[in-house]
């Protein structure tokens, strides 16, 4: 499928993003391109944001085409990059609001915890925040989301293309509960 010339432009920038750029005790190294972390396949960090609702659901949606890791997957976790300079917490209130409007939300930490694939290396922390706020979506980043059950969640991410670095990040919730 192709994208838009917005998501390209979007794409574009996003890949320009000074990213924390670490080694594999998480220490930091500098801060590099986005793109070019994946592509020398260095380690970065990111964070991974599990959006309750207040009945206990989580929310999923679905990531635009446009994204270089995995577009049109769906995720369980609002997240992404830790910028330069920024602090694992930061990052997580950031990008919350960012992808899905939600603000001012109570974030609670749960781990962090090493993830490696080809192309996709990161030291990541796992929050979780309960919201009945309406959620906002940024487009460049978001087609759709919606509230479901963690097990109806799960039981879909074996017929439909899930994130895997964001399953992990659920896996790691569960397991700190």
């Known amino acids: 499928m192709s994208i838009t010339a917005r998501e390209a432009a979007h794409r574009a920038a996003s890949d320009r ?7 594999e005790a998480d220490q930091v190294q500098g801060a590099l391109p986005r793109a070019q972390l994946r592509e020398r396949g260095l380690i970065g960090r990111c964070t991974f944001i599990l959006l309750f609702n207040t009945a206990g659901e989580l929310c999923v949606h679905r990531r635009t085409l446009s994204k270089a890791l995995y577009p049109g997957y769906w995720d369980v976790a609002a997240g992404g990059m830790v910028a330069a300079g920024e602090g694992y917490a930061e990052s997580a209130a ?32 796992v929050y979780s925040a309960v919201s009945d706020a309406p959620l ?26 899930y994130c895997p670095d964001s399953l992990a990040a659920l896996q790691r919730y569960k397991a700190s509960l």
């Open 17 to 23: 993003e000074l990213v924390s750029w670490v080694d």
């Open 94 to 125: 950031r990008e919350l609001a960012e992808e899905l409007g939600v603000e001012g939300v109570e974030l609670r930490f749960h781990e962090r915890f090493y993830f490696d694939q080809p192309g996709n290396r990161l030291w990541c922390a």
């Open 136 to 161: 906002r979506l940024q487009p460049e980043e978001v087609m759709e989301a919606r509230f479901m059950g963690l097990e109806q969640a799960e039981a879909q991410s074996l017929s439909e293309p």
